[in-house]
């Protein structure tokens, strides 16, 4: 039975990718911080389940700022492969909390890459970076040789730890992947990616349980896919034969005003009767036109995003309404 070792198990694409391994018949070990609540929703569904948890599906404490432990479980546990999903994903939270965006997302990344390189045999090693590595892109689309130019703290620390992986890769030899992830979501979001935000206030709004939205930048774009599509890219490129960089997107720019009108019109509502702008969730400053060319991902790995916008958006909200019934 292959060995698979997630960090950032309980994150959004954490608990996808431990759906998907499972299916596919993995050992599945994940690193879990220490938290004041042991509720993992995104998880229960599986550790819940006697017949995956400590069967075939396993949580370890460890943080990425501890190496020390980082190691010690990595070599006890002897993966094939290792994802790497962890790390503070907020870009706006990013402004007022740099160092740790950093600690985590660029030092962390760092000491995983040195563990690796230790291990007697290194496993085959993913690294979710990000669209926002190119913050002000010199190409519309972007390729994995667009140049990096982040905008903002997230993205520098992405940009670092991508150079990083292409650094291991090239000069030690290692199997190691960078998987450049354009906006997946999907009912898991975080609740305050703009996404969930607006497919959760909707289901409110049609509940009678709130009566106004309040939000940033209307106007941004982002490509927007459902992260079920992504987690099976990043499975797919750990199985190929030789390590590189990959662009998954959609190729396809939609704005948060669109959101709004397919997540208002689910529940058959109007958003402009409800949504106000609020001046505190302006980011200090915007990327821009990030759609990505997944050309490379489709040609060597076979992955093409097969849920559309729409779709994603209407599972959204009515995942929520149906949280609310
Ligand atoms: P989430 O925010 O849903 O999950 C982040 C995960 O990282 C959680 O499991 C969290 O644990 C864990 N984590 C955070 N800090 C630490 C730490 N110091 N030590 C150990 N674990 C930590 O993110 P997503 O699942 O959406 O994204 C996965 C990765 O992909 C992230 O690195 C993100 O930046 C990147 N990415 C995501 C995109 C997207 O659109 N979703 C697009 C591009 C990149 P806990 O539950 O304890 O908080
Ligand atoms: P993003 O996602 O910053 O692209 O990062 P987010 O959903 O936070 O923002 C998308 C766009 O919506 C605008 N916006 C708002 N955003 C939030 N969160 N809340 C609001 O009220 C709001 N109003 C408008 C934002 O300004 C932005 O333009 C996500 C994360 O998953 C990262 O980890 C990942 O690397 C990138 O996607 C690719």
């Given at each position: 039975m292959p060995t698979a070792f997630i960090t950032g198990i309980t994150g959004q694409d954490g608990s996808y990718l431990t759906e998907l391994l499972l299916a596919e018949g993995y050992e599945v070990h994940g690193a879990v911080r220490r938290t004041?609540?042991?509720?993992?929703s995104r998880l229960a569904h599986l550790y819940t389940d006697p017949a995956v948890y400590n069967q075939r599906l396993f949580l370890h404490y460890a943080d990425l700022d501890d190496p020390t432990t980082l190691r010690r479980v990595l070599t006890t546990v002897a993966p094939r492969e290792v994802y790497h999903l962890a790390g503070q994903s907020h870009v706006g939270l990013s402004f007022e909390i740099p160092e740790t965006t950093c600690e985590f997302t660029a030092m962390g990344t760092l000491r995983l890459l040195e563990i690796m390189r230790d291990l007697p045999e290194p496993p085959r090693f993913f690294h979710a970076t990000s669209?926002?590595?190119?913050?002000?892109?010199?190409?519309?689309?972007?390729?994995?040789q667009t140049p990096m130019a982040p905008v903002n703290p997230y993205g520098c620390a992405k940009a670092f730890a991508t150079q990083m992986v292409r650094i291991y890769r090239e000069?030690?030899?290692?199997?190691a992947v960078n998987g450049i992830l354009y906006n997946h979501e999907s009912?898991?979001?975080?609740?305050?990616f703009v996404t969930r935000k607006i497919c959760r206030a909707a289901a409110a709004i049609k509940a009678g349980r709130q009566q106004k939205l309040s939000l940033g930048d209307t106007s941004a774009r982002r490509d927007w896919g459902h992260a079920r599509d992504y987690v099976r890219g990043m499975w797919l490129a750990l199985r190929h034969e030789t390590p590189g960089d990959y662009v998954f997107a959609t190729g396809r720019l939609h704005s948060v005003q669109d959101v709004l009108e397919n997540a208002f019109a689910s529940v058959d509502l109007d958003w402009t009767s409800y949504v106000e702008t609020d001046?505190?969730?302006?980011?200090p400053a915007e990327p821009m036109?990030?759609?990505?060319?997944?050309s490379k991902a489709r040609a060597v790995l076979g992955w093409v995003p097969e849920i559309a916008f729409t779709d994603l958006i209407r599972e959204m909200t009515l995942a929520e309404l149906q949280a609310l019934a």
């Open positions: 004041s609540s042991l509720e993992r669209s926002e590595i190119f913050g002000r892109p010199a190409d519309v689309p972007q390729t994995e000069a030690h030899g290692l199997f009912p898991r979001r975080g609740e305050n001046p505190h969730l302006m980011r036109q990030l759609v990505g060319d997944a």
